[in-house]
């Protein structure tokens, strides 16, 4: 067994050799006594800046642990290291045949993990493999030509592989650890099972997915690139089979469904089959640039420091006259704003970073809650609808031809004018953002933003530029499932992550995608029990 001492904390001049004599003084034992110490989990506390500290959980054994955790008692801080829960899979027979729509986290996971239970899974994914959509978006950025087949939102990966790769969730789930441990196997940086905040970043997550692939591959999982679901086979009710590409009909006993929140083509054909769907809410807004510097200074009290990381934010307030909550979201420091359109004639952002977070900018969203009676309409699509308005009102305010409408954060505010400095390919052009969103949304980022002012001083800056709309902040539609995990409509039918409205981030994504798999597994076990 071993121990773990939580919240040590080292100064920014401090070398993190010292954590163990740290660990020895504070439990009142000799240095020597500790077996192999090794850091858990790195955090940040910049509460009292400029005087940043660095906090720790170390991991350590001592010849008795009884004694000591006996003489330390009142020591919350001090513990048994818990044990890390794997996913335990049983062969399984490969007659049972899977389906997996969408190569995202959670279909990549679900795939995985069911290939390792010796399940016959075939994996099909709407786009291209990641070598061919990399030079696909490269070229949209540059050119803006988009390729409606590979895109930002559409490929090997998923929308996540163009972002900023964060690994963090709500989800309170034992198989967290496992998630992070098969990226790492793929090639992640092992400093992600350290972090508090962990992160991948664009450019290291590539290599990850390549490596995720072969994975696959080595498990006898057949994988169909350019490959879409366009129809359901039904036989008693169940399903049966699935139409691939309108001509080709594939059997199967269960079928995961992980199409991405940008699926707009399987929303309107599954609308269509009757499949149990429902609107719900999401949020629209805009992403707001600062210079990376500007943002460390207020983070940290440290425009550049080489022991920290480029600073984050999270920011949120709820309108007391709306009702509707403003906040930040996926927050990319070092990072850029990407085009991320996946139709013609519509304009959407996000943003992404490199692993290292090392470019000069930092950007967010901002953005406000969008309920689902302010978009017209009582059917299942109408929150796509209100998306893709949006989106063809900002293509038209960039200029037609996919650049970004921008405006200086003191312009949008009233309070004066600004450059326009942006790092969104191919490039953006001023505009009156007021003009390219809802009122409410427009009324409400005004209305936030002294707030969050209070909370960052310096965050209201002519050096801040807006750039729209970001609409796609999460699925405008859950497809409706069961306890089992199965459509309520459609039984074999597994909805599953962000797209069927389950999940929110590569995490939580991944973590459904695993839920589902063992969803299957155990209706295979008792079917042959």
């Excluded at 075939?122 to 493999?129: D, H, I, P, S």
């Amino acid at each position: 067994m071993a121990l773990w001492l939580r919240e040590i904390t080292l100064s920014l001049d401090e070398d993190e050799g010292v954590l163990a004599g740290k660990v020895a003084c504070e439990l009142g034992i000799e240095p020597n006594a500790l077996g192999q110490v090794s850091i858990v989990r790195r955090g940040i506390d910049a509460r009292k800046k400029p005087r940043v500290l660095r906090v720790y959980t170390v991991e350590f054994s001592v010849a008795d642990e009884e004694g000591l955790l006996a003489r330390h008692r009142e020591n919350r801080r001090l513990e048994r290291a818990p044990q890390a829960a794997v996913p335990v899979v049983a062969p399984l027979g490969r007659a049972h045949r899977t389906l997996v729509v969408g190569m995202g986290p959670a279909g990549l996971f679900a795939a995985l993990h069911l290939a390792r239970y010796g399940v016959a899974v075939t994996l099909v994914e709407q786009g291209r493999a990641l070598e061919s959509r990399v030079r696909d978006v490269g070229r949209f950025w540059s050119s803006g030509q988009l390729d409606s087949v590979s895109n930002v939102q559409f490929g090997e990966g998923g929308a996540g592989t163009f972002s900023d790769g964060k690994l963090t969730t709500r989800v309170n789930h034992p198989w967290t650890r496992s998630v992070l441990q098969t990226l790492v196997d793929c090639g992640a940086p092992p400093e992600i099972l350290q972090q508090a905040k962990p992160h991948v970043g664009t450019d290291r997550l590539r290599l990850v997915l390549v490596n995720f692939r072969k994975a696959l591959l080595a498990l006898g999982v057949e994988i169909r690139f350019e490959t879409r679901l366009t129809g359901l086979g039904l036989h008693a009710g169940r399903l049966a089979a699935a139409i691939l590409d309108d001509r080709d009909e594939l059997p199967c006993d269960s079928l995961v469904l992980a199409p991405g929140h940008s699926a707009r083509p399987t929303y309107k054909m599954l609308h269509a089959c009757g499949v149990a769907l429902e609107s719900k809410p999401f949020a629209v807004g805009l992403r707001v640039e600062h210079p990376l510097e500007l943002i460390n200074g207020i983070q940290y009290g440290h425009a550049r420091h080489p022991r920290l990381p480029a600073a984050e934010y999270a920011l949120a307030w709820n309108d007391p006259e709306s009702g509707r909550g403003v906040y930040s979201f996926c927050m990319c420091p070092g990072g850029e704003v990407v085009l991320s359109s996946s139709e013609p004639g519509g304009v959407v952002v996000n943003g992404m970073s490199p692993l290292h977070r090392d470019g000069t900018r930092s950007n967010s969203a901002l953005v406000v809650a969008v309920r689902r009676d302010d978009f017209p309409g009582s059917d299942p699509l109408a929150g796509v609808r209100f998306q893709r308005r949006w989106e063809e009102v900002a293509f038209a305010a960039g200029g037609g031809d996919y650049h970004a409408p921008a405006e200086n954060l003191l312009a949008f505010l009233g309070r004066g004018k600004g450059p326009l400095v942006s790092t969104c390919r191919p490039g953006v052009r001023e505009a009156d953002l007021a003009a390219v969103l809802p009122p409410f949304v427009g009324e409400g980022l005004r209305r936030a933003l002294p707030h969050f002012e209070k909370k960052m001083r310096g965050f209201i800056t002519g050096e801040a530029t807006l750039v729209g709309v970001e609409t796609r902040t999460s699925a405008p539609l859950r497809i409706l499932r069961g306890e089992n995990g199965q459509s309520l409509s459609h039984p074999g039918l597994y909805p599953t992550g962000e797209g069927a409205g389950y999940a929110g981030g590569i995490m939580s994504a991944a973590l459904d995608g695993l839920k589902q798999a063992e969803q299957i597994a155990d209706q295979i076990k008792h079917r042959e029990s």
